[in-house]
């Protein structure tokens, strides 16, 4: 397959990349790729957090949903992330409501701290064996300027009824386990998951309600009917009144100029062996998770079987995340290698979409055809969150209720310039994180 970035799905193979989620990852529903034409009231494109749960909220309220995934499951950036569920957007509360002045900035600050909440009710409602860890997500400061955005972001949730608190000195050292920083603030909204298990998790209550999920099915084109669309996978094809096109970064041609409304960012994880006790112990007992304020952010958690791991660090255009990877090592061994040796097994990446005003963007540029796009790194909560609002709105509900704005697909300047662009941003904030 090719490894330029343009090439199908930006040249990555269709294999499910080996991470620790992949070697740890419950099983998933036994699916075959479409071999017959299908008609269903909605055609969903994407088999990610967003396009499956959708496609549950659809199948319980009644109407007949395909699901078509070049790969499987839970193979794009749903199945590739820290795990960390995080409530909020990327963007600041005030920034939004400065953005979207009123009502409609009031509901974009509402649905982003309420998302976590509808990834919990899922799991719980579904019993999905996804190791939910519901305890708080704690960012702690790293620069000086990462002090004042801390402290803000504490006081403003708390302002708009959530119980966030301080936390500095010895209890943030006790409950990071490193001392590496000196403040921090902590949100009960956020935990964690292990996501490729919630990506499979979510598949398979898809199917139990109904929903016909065909993978590995590569979409090859959309186009309008009479009666509303059809989507052409090789020889069949599948017709539907709607259709839910939910492929993240990983979108193509499918819908005209979303490719180029958007940059796909790489951005790695790596995983230790499981630590010896003592360390488990010391690193976040109290089972939080944590990402911190540095601009090239470094996030860390414990997973399920008591390994580190840690994601984030910087960012490629490309396909090679090698670069990245020693930066991930060097963060663990400065938070954590005063506690005993670190001994790293796993390493792993994978694009998600970064939008320009880092906001998650909804689109309807054609009657009956609903596209989300651009999470920004918030991808458990808000993707989850956003497949049970487009999923409302295909019910009926007015483009005015939405939370997230209809917006056009707008297009990046110089897009065709992009890696190099990715490259001086991640040096630039580098730059940013060491002057501090």
């Not at 199945?79 to 957007?89: P, S």
């Not at 539907?240 to 819908?255: C, D, F, I, N, S």
């Amino acid at each position: 397959m090719s490894r330029r970035l343009d090439a199908s799905l930006l040249g990555e193979s269709l294999r499910m990349p080996t991470s620790l989620w992949s070697a740890t990852a419950i099983d998933g529903p036994s699916l075959q790729p479409l071999d017959r034409n299908e008609v269903a009231d909605v055609i969903v494109v994407g088999a990610g957090f967003t396009g499956l749960s959708a496609a549950i909220h659809l199948a319980e309220a009644g109407l007949s949903c395909i699901v078509l995934d070049a790969a499987e499951p839970g193979w794009g950036a749903s199945g590739r992330n820290n795990g960390q569920v995080i409530a909020g957007l990327k963007q600041d509360p005030d920034i939004i409501e400065q953005v979207y002045p009123g009502e409609q900035g009031r509901k974009l600050v509402q649905f982003g701290s309420e998302a976590p909440a509808q990834v919990w009710d899922l799991i719980d409602r579904y019993q999905i064996d996804c190791a939910p860890n519901h305890r708080g997500w704690i960012q702690p400061a790293f620069t000086r300027a990462g002090f004042a955005a801390v402290k803000a972001r504490c006081e403003t949730w708390r302002q708009r009824g959530i119980d966030t608190r301080l936390l500095e000195g010895t209890e943030l050292h006790q409950l990071l386990g490193t001392r590496k920083y000196s403040l921090g603030w902590l949100d009960p909204r956020g935990g964690s998951i292990q996501p490729l298990s919630y990506a499979r998790g979510l598949a398979s209550v898809a199917v139990s309600l109904g929903v016909r999920i065909y993978a590995p099915s590569k979409v090859d084109g959309l186009n309008r009917t009479e009666n509303g669309w059809r989507a052409a996978c090789g020889q069949f094809q599948v017709k539907g009144r709607h259709v839910l096109v939910a492929t993240g970064a990983y979108a193509e041609r499918l819908v005209p100029k979303l490719r180029t409304s958007f940059v796909p960012v790489r951005t790695a994880q790596v995983a230790t062996r499981p630590l010896p006790e003592a360390m488990r112990n010391a690193i976040l007992p109290q089972g939080h998770v944590s990402s911190d304020t540095r601009q090239l952010l470094t996030s860390f958690r414990l997973s399920p079987d008591g390994r580190l791991v840690m994601g984030g660090s910087g960012a490629t255009a490309g396909l090679d995340h090698s670069a990245i990877v020693p930066y991930l090592h060097k963060a663990g061994e400065e938070l954590f290698g005063h506690l005993g040796r670190i001994e790293w097994d796993f390493q792993w990446s994978g694009f998600f979409a970064v939008t320009t005003d880092h906001l998650p963007h909804v689109h309807e540029p054609e009657t009956n055809l609903h596209v989300s796009v651009g999470c920004n790194g918030r991808g458990i909560a808000v993707s989850t969150s956003l497949g049970i609002q487009l999923a409302k709105r295909i019910l009926g509900m007015s483009e005015q209720e939405l939370p997230v704005p209809v917006s056009s697909i707008g297009t990046v300047h110089f897009h065709l310039f992009r890696g190099l662009g990715v490259k001086a941003a991640t040096m630039y904030k580098r730059l940013q994180d060491r002057m501090g």
